[in-house]
């Protein structure tokens, strides 16, 4: 492998989706990396915990040796055998420590003794997470915005990816948004959420042309939260109001939030764990909104949605599902929305059909 330079170009790294080899320990890893990072750590978090209070007791040549004593024999040799198969895989790659230090140097060269030459990021987690809060502070503070609002089951995503220069924070977040916004899988942290956030404005402004296109979001997505400069200049923006009919939004809701998320719950977890645990999402889902529906409400909609699951698993299929999503979206949703809509009357731009916003968003 030919040898490359060392790289502080933060900015293409994130636009080509470099791949990047965290050497970091898990317990760092798992606070926060970069979307597509894999972690190959030269220490574990028990081995980095006893090379740090060996530094502060007794310096840095001391817990140098230690880490040198930690790290040897076969599990140096294992170590080596993961950052070259790394190496191997991904030739445009580089490696990162948290502070391009001692332990991206040290991997580094057992790498090079090994006969592979791989190039590491200056400044390592640190510079590249810093380079990131910048952008996305400067991006968000500048960047041209349209904001694609809508009532619930509406489609908002679908109408997104059809846009010209579209940035899904929901699919960021992995969260729909809302009480029954949970997904199988679970939530990025928050620096992991900034992070990918921060490189997709990088990429919406720099391999694409024109305003960004964002669904009408609140503060939280999950637990998630948008940063400040980002949700203030989305309050301004212009916004675009999606319109269906009533049919066409609860067949929608009816495939995203019980065919597609009980698939989901069958193939994590078996056909009868996942039946289990789907219909505890969607009872649990509707139980952290019982106060705001009120009990007499939240019984009756509890007792259809109980009904409908009853139904579909005797094979009676989804209809069911129908009265409960009706009802929640006429007396919950869209009253809901419709108040928070009429605060911004204003800044309304163009409403209309997914095709005609579509149009409307390429003239």
């Not at 293409?12 to 970091?24: G, K, Q, S």
């Not at 597509?36 to 220490?43: D, E, F, K, R």
Request: charge should be neutral; aromatic fraction near 8%; include cysteine.
């Amino acid at each position: 492998m030919s040898a490359r330079a060392n790289t502080n170009d933060y900015l293409n790294l994130f636009l080509a989706d470099t791949p990047l080899m965290d050497v970091r320990a898990p317990v760092e890893f798992t606070k926060g990396s970069f979307p597509g990072a894999v972690n190959a750590p030269l220490m574990n978090d028990d081995e980095r915990h006893r090379v740090g209070i060996r530094y502060k007791e007794k310096g840095q040549a001391s817990a140098i040796e230690l880490g040198h004593q930690l790290v040897s024999g076969d599990l140096k040799a294992e170590r080596i055998a993961a950052w070259k198969r790394f190496a191997i895989q991904h030739p445009d790659g580089y490696l990162f420590c948290f502070r391009g230090g001692l332990r991206s140097q040290l991997t580094q060269q057992w790498l090079k003794d090994a006969g592979i030459d791989y190039p590491l990021v200056v400044g390592g987690y640190k510079a590249l997470r810093r380079f990131l809060i910048d952008s996305l502070e400067q991006l968000a503070a500048n960047a041209p915005l349209r904001i694609l609002s809508g009532r619930t089951g509406t489609g908002k995503t679908r109408v997104l990816q059809n846009l010209p220069n579209p940035l899904d924070l929901e699919g960021l977040a992995n969260h729909r948004g809302s009480s029954f916004g949970r997904q199988v899988t679970p939530q990025p942290s928050q620096i992991d959420f900034e992070n990918a956030l921060a490189i997709a404005l990088l990429k919406a402004c720099h391999l694409r042309q024109g305003p960004i296109y964002l669904e009408d979001e609140s503060r939280l997505i999950g637990r998630c939260a948008l940063p400040d400069t980002l949700r203030e200049r989305m309050a301004q923006a212009d916004l675009m109001i999606l319109e269906r009919p009533m049919a066409e939004r609860v067949a929608i809701i009816r495939e995203d939030y019980v065919e597609t998320m009980l698939a989901s719950y069958r193939e994590r977890d078996g056909e009868e764990a996942g039946w289990f645990n789907f219909s505890d999402y969607l009872l649990s889902a509707l139980d952290r909104i019982r106060r705001r529906l009120g009990g007499e409400r939240h019984r009756r909609l509890r007792q259809s949605m109980e009904d409908a699951l009853t139904r579909q698993l005797a094979g009676a299929g989804l209809d069911g599902h129908d009265a409960w999503i009706q009802d929640l979206l006429e007396n919950y949703y869209d009253p809901m929305y419709d108040y928070q809509l009429s605060q911004k009357e204003g800044r309304i731009a163009v409403r209309g059909t997914p095709d005609e916003l579509v149009a409307w968003s390429r003239q």
